[in-house]
Nanobody, 119 residues
Framework: QVQLVESGGGLVQAGGSLRLSCAASGRTFSSYIMGWFRQAPGKEREFVTAIRWSGGNTFYADSVKGRFTISRDNTKNTVYLQMNSLKPEDTAVYYC????????????WGQGTQVTVSS
């Protein structure tokens, strides 16, 4: 089992920045990839970004490229999401997720943290 706890959400004005954190505990050595997803009211959950624990390869949704940056601190078992130039359409609950096997999606999810961007 892997437990994930997100933090860092809040209310910010358009153009502002926020940094989300996702602290992993438990069988973290089994983690292959860590991702961030988001779900806005009335919409389906969507992929935002991901990073492989080993090698640090990163992946981004087109909607956030150039504005969001994912990073990891292996010593702290923590993944970060730096969000700059935020837009009202970035408003959503952001979820951290962990995948343990390549190509098998994500096995563990955090409880989510609310990000609200005002115009």
């Amino acid at each position: 089992q892997v437990q994930l706890v997100e933090s860092g959400g809040g209310l910010v004005q358009a153009g502002g920045s926020l940094r989300l954190s996702c602290a992993a505990s438990g069988r973290t050595f089994s983690s292959y990839i860590m991702g961030w997803f988001r779900q806005a009211p009335g919409k389906e959950r969507e992929f935002v970004t991901a990073i492989r624990w080993s090698g640090g390869n990163t992946f981004y949704a087109d909607s956030v490229k150039g504005r969001f940056t994912i990073s990891r601190d292996n010593t702290k078992n923590t993944v970060y999401l730096q969000m700059n130039s935020l837009k009202p359409e970035d408003t959503a609950v952001y979820y951290c997720a962990c995948g343990t096997t390549a190509g098998n999606g994500y096995d563990y999810w955090g409880q989510g943290t609310q990000v609200t961007v005002s115009s």
